[in-house]
């Protein structure tokens, strides 16, 4: 398994580091990269085809049933976060190096977004026209996604780090993260739904910025922590 140089460089070089890492280990297990995509799918086109034709009704559920579905494929790749790096010595060279384990833990996060968020934001809009989508509606659904997937990168995080080597840990980290995604999920889907009705997303994506602005400050803190402990 590929190891994980560290050396005494900036930040940019650290992120730069890992993601080069991250995109080398992910193209070598594509399979598990495409699975929370073809979830996403899978799960979004669904819905039309159970429901029917009803335009009113899909325009009505789009916003709640596209971020489900967002959510649910972004927990798939979680379990895996930190658990290749555990298995093979990876981890403890991170938390032993001069680097802060917090910087590093934030380029992990991010690289679960590009990997994992990014193509389900991607993707969103041609879902989105089953449901009924069209312009305006598209765009605020992407830019939800754009604001609210990282969030659940980094607070996705913190749960797989407290799993970490714990036996039926993919169970667990559902329980722990799910009401911690909730606040992202309802600004999320809110924004799109306020669009909808005229009243504006302005105040629902700010709060997704907001939350966005304290996982990435918050969140590599304390899974920091949780993987000493873990490391322990």
Known sequence: MKQLELLPIGIAGVMRAVLRREVSLALRQKGEVLTPLVFFVVIASLFPLGIGPESALLL????????????????????????????????????????????????????????????????????????????????????????GTPSLSLIGSIGAALTLGVRGAGVLLSLLILPLYIPVLIFGAGAVEADAAGLGAGGHLSLLAALLVLSAFFAPLATSAALRISLE
Do not use: N
């Open 60 to 147: 009505r559920m789009a916003p709640g049933v596209l971020w489900v579905s967002a959510l649910l494929a972004a927990m798939l790749s979680l379990q895996r976060l930190f658990a290749t790096d555990y298995a093979d010595g990876s981890l403890e060279q991170m938390a032993l190096s001069s680097t802060p384990l917090g910087l590093l833990v934030l380029a992990k996060a991010l690289s679960h977004f590009l990997l994992s968020g990014l193509p389900l934001v991607l993707m969103a809009p041609l879902l989105g026209l089953q449901f009924g989508l069209e312009g305006r509606g598209l765009g605020i659904l992407m830019m939800s996604l754009l604001l």
